[in-house]
């Protein structure tokens, strides 16, 4: 379980985030929403451990998150970080098998062969092809790709993404959530994600956590909060929402510029 209680955060003497207090259940998908710049990502910093907070704290399992050391908390968590990894030389396999260092002693090595884990993330993120490729041979959005697997072979009980679906095309950015999704499920793993796509984040996340302004605005499931009114104080947006056919989770249509505005802008 994760328990924020009166978190603070302050860059610089600026305050980022104001007296952040929640409860997340351990086995759900959780989405954290919110304009740019609003904290989204420094939220999962202090979730991870990475940073600390100004005041307040965060309870990973009743314990101080920045209290754990690295290689411990590696056990259990993972963090696939915002854009993904870098251009590297290492082949695609060698940088997937890297997720299993926090469990290999000072020599590299584990007591049983890893080899079967590694083969399972490179098929299920599509990658088995491309294993024997060095990184800076691959796109950024199979390099995200390779991210993911990397992350699945540490085999966390509580997985942190943030945009996961950058630098994916459309088709990518719902087999790689439906991935992460049926893999939550299966393993009755916690995942929070930053999200940007609220369709997405409505369809994947069990609740979405809205910040706005420092505070939280909202923590609900997608049917409490994608509505128009929330959406438009939020992102300054004017919106429709529809309820998909299928699944019957909300979703939302942009509602289109004044003709005015067009005008003035040329479109």
């Known amino acids: 379980m994760i328990e924020v209680r009166g978190l603070v955060k302050e860059i610089n003497g600026n305050p980022i985030l104001n007296d952040l207090s929640f409860i997340l259940e351990p086995g759900s ?36 998150a920045s209290s754990y050391n690295r290689k411990e908390v590696a056990k259990w968590v993972a963090v696939l970080q915002q854009g993904g990894l870098g251009s590297v030389g290492f082949t695609v396999r060698e940088v ?13 090595e584990e007591k049983a062969d890893q080899s079967s884990i590694i083969d399972e993330a490179l098929q299920a993120m599509g990658l088995t092809e491309l294993q024997e490729r060095r990184m800076d041979q691959l796109s950024g959005g199979e390099r995200q790709r390779v991210a993911l697997a990397k992350v699945m072979v540490q085999e966390p009980r509580l997985l942190l ?107």
């Not at 989204?40 to 307040?56: A, I, Q």
């Not at 997937?96 to 590299?108: E, I, K, L, S």
């Not at 959530?177 to 299966?186: A, M, N, P, S, T």
């Open 29 to 64: 998908m959780y989405g954290i929403i919110g304009p740019n710049g609003v904290g989204k990502s420094t939220l999962l910093h202090l979730l991870s451990g990475v940073d600390k907070p100004t005041s307040g704290e965060v309870l990973l399992e009743g314990r101080v």
């Open 161 to 267: 993404l943030d945009e996961p679906t950058t630098f994916l095309d459309i088709g990518f950015q719902v087999q790689l959530l439906d991935i992460v999704k049926g893999w939550q499920r299966e393993r009755k793993m916690t995942v929070v994600a930053v999200l940007h796509d609220l369709n997405l984040a409505a369809h994947y996340c069990d609740k979405l956590l809205v910040l706005h302004e420092g505070h939280i605005e909202a923590f609900a499931s997608a049917v409490d909060i994608i509505e128009p009114q929330l959406i438009e104080r939020v992102f300054g947006a004017r919106t429709i929402i529809l309820t998909h056919p299928e699944t019957g989770v909300p979703q939302l249509l942009l509602h289109p510029s004044q003709p005015s505005a067009q005008q003035e802008y040329g479109i």
């Open 96 to 108: 997937v098998a890297m997720g299993r260092y926090p469990f290999q002693n000072w020599m590299g």
